[in-house]
């Protein structure tokens, strides 16, 4: 028999750790509310899907795998199959995700989870032409004190001129997102996980 007090202080530990995880993941917490980028405007969820590259990644995550692609696919519920993979250790690891419009009035927001009992994670396109990148944001606020964020740019291909790499940085910090830890993603001896 749980004893109502006994409840409480497991459902808050429970939202201690929800909180703090995301936090040590991010290793760098900004202080006050997470910024407000502008997304890709008329955004077309059905041009989005298909698969990505990781081309770089915010924040910084050393020794983690390489090769790293996601294939996104519309499913008859309206909703999104988000597979993402990468090699390890010389293994292809692979997670399977759910993907929703969180608000239809805002398509270009997205929100992802890779668990049935985790929350949708934000996944918003600030930009993309569909057809060679896309930037990606998430950023979730701590009691508005703080926020944790990630930030992706992916390609199409394994690679990106400097130039839509270099405009990328760019267009994250004129909405304020801090891109200086960005590290480039490694895409190279990819062959395995076809
Ligand atoms: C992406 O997912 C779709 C649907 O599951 C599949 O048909 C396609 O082969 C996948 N593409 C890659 C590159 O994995």
Known sequence: MVTQPALIMRVFLASILVLVIPIIRAQVPHWGPCPEPEVQPAFILKQFMGRWFEIAKLPAQFEKGRCI???FTLTTDNSIRVVSSEILKGEVRKIVGTGVIEDP???????ITYSYVLPYSPYWILS???????????????????H??????LGRTRSLPDATVEKARETFATNNIDVTRMIPS???GC???L
């Open 191 to 193: 062959d395995k996980t």
């Open 186 to 188: 490694r895409q190279q």
């Open 69 to 71: 692609e996601t294939n």
């Open 105 to 111: 009035k805002n398509p270009a927001k997205l929100g």
């Open 128 to 146: 993309t032409d569909y057809v060679n990148f896309a930037l990606v944001y998430s950023c979730t606020d701590v009691l508005r004190l703080f």
């Open 148 to 153: 944790v964020d990630f930030a992706w740019i």
